[in-house]
C-alpha cells in the first residue's frame, strides 16, 4: 500500500508566519523513513509550490481574509489528493493551517463519495461567512465542505459533498457562539474534552465511529488538527487552547482509527514551527510525525 505524503506549505488561512514551514519540519524530521519503516511505500514528490497571490492582489471579501490564495490552494489540494486517492493510494497532507482541510476533503469524497471525516481539533472550523469573528479561513473549511452559509463565488468550486451526518468531532473546546448554534441546527455530533473526561478516550472513540461508520464498512478521512491535543504537549501551533487532548489520547484516536482497517485519507494539520522555542518546536514536530505514524499502523506493542 502506498502513502502518499502531500506538503502543502500554505498559511493563507490564518494570520500567524511560519505554519507554511510546518511540511518541511515533518519531512526533515523524518517522517517518509519512519512510514517506510512501517512497511508503506511512500510517494513524496517534494512540498508543493503555491504561487503567492500579492495580499494587495487579494483584499478580504466580506470578513473572509486572502480569499484567493485559499480558494486557488485548496482548489490545487483537491486535485492532487483526489488523484492520489483515485489511484489507490493514501493521501497524507501535511499542513499548513486547516482551510487545506476543504482541499483535502474535497478530493476524498470525489474518490469516496461515501466516506465519513473524523476531525480531530480544539476547534469546530464551522464558521461561515456570516457568523466567522476573524475573517481567518481556517476556522470555516467545514461550513464550506457542507454547503452551509452564504455563497461566497470565490469558493464556488467547493461541492456541497459532505453531510451533517457523515462528520463527528473529538475535542472540542473552543466553539463559537455561531458554531453553536450550527452544530445543534444541523445536529451535527461532537465530543468535546468534556466527554472525554467524562466517558474516557475509548468510549468516545467508539462513540464516534459507531456515530459516523456503524459497521465500520465506509472510509475515514482522519483530519486531525494539533491543536487538539493540549499545549503542554503541542505548544508550537497557532490557536492552542489549554485543557485539551493528553499525548496518548491523541495516538489512541489514531491507533483506533486505524483498526478499523476504514483510513483511506490522513491531514495533520496546524504544526507551526516557528511559534515556539526550538525546544517546543521540535516537540511539537515529533508529535506531528508520531500522531501520522500511529493512523497509519504503528503500534505499541
Ligand atoms: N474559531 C476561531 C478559531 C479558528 C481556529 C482554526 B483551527 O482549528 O484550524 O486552528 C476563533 C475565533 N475567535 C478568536 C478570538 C476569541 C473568540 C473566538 C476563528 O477564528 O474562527
Ligand atoms: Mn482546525
Ligand atoms: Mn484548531
Ligand atoms: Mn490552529
Not at 511512500?42 to 487579494?58: K, L, N, R, S
Request: aromatic share 6%; hydrophobic share 40%; glycine share 10%.
Amino acid at each position: 500500500k502506498t502513502v502518499a505524503i502531500v506538503g502543502c506549505p500554505f498559511r493563507g488561512g490564518q494570520a500567524k508566519l511560519g505554519v507554511d514551514k510546518g511540511p518541511i519540519h515533518l519531512v526533515e524530521a523524518g517522517l517518509p523513513e519512519q512510514l517506510a519503516e512501517l512497511g508503506w511505500k511512500v510517494q513524496f514528490d517534494g512540498h508543493h509550490q503555491f504561487e503567492e497571490i500579492p495580499t494587495e492582489d487579494d483584499p478580504p471579501i466580506g470578513k473572509l481574509k486572502n480569499p484567493r490564495s485559499v480558494s486557488r490552494v485548496c482548489q490545487a489540494v483537491a486535485k492532487v489528493v483526489g488523484e492520489h486517492a483515485k489511484k489507490g493510494q493514501l493521501p497524507l497532507t501535511l499542513g499548513g493551517d486547516h482551510s487545506l482541510a476543504m482541499g483535502t476533503i474535497s478530493g476524498t469524497l470525489e474518490k469516496y463519495p461515501d466516506a465519513c471525516v473524523i476531525w480531530v481539533d480544539a476547534h469546530a472550523d464551522i464558521n461561515t461567512a456570516e457568523t466567522t469573528d476573524s475573517g481567518n479561513i481556517h476556522g470555516m473549511p467545514v461550513s464550506f465542505l457542507l454547503g452551509i452559509g452564504p455563497k461566497v463565488d470565490e469558493f464556488s468550486w467547493v461541492k456541497p459533498v459532505l453531510k451533517p451526518h457523515r462528520i463527528v468531532y473529538i475535542g472540542l473546546r473552543d466553539v463559537d457562539q455561531g458554531e453553536r448554534r450550527i452544530l445543534r441546527e444541523y445536529g451535527i455530533k461532537a465530543f468535546s474534552m468534556h466527554e472525554v473526561d467524562k466517558y474516557g478516550i475509548g468510549r468516545v472513540v467508539e462513540m464516534a465511529l459507531d456515530h459516523v461508520n456503524p459497521g465500520r464498512k465506509l472510509p475515514i478521512h482522519l483530519s486531525f488538527d494539533v491543536d487538539a491535543l493540549d499545549p503542554t504537549v503541542a505548544p508550537s501551533t497557532g490557536t492552542p487552547v489549554r485543557g485539551g487532548l493528553t499525548f496518548r489520547e491523541g495516538h489512541y484516536i489514531c491507533e483506533a482509527v486505524y483498526e478499523t482497517g476504514c483510513l483511506v485519507a490522513l491531514d495533520i494539520m496546524e504544526v507551526n514551527p516557528s511559534l515556539a522555542d526550538s525546544e517546543s518546536a521540535k516537540q511539537t514536530v515529533a508529535v506531528g510525525c508520531s500522531l501520522a505514524r500511529s493512523a497509519l499502523g504503528e503500534t505499541l506493542l
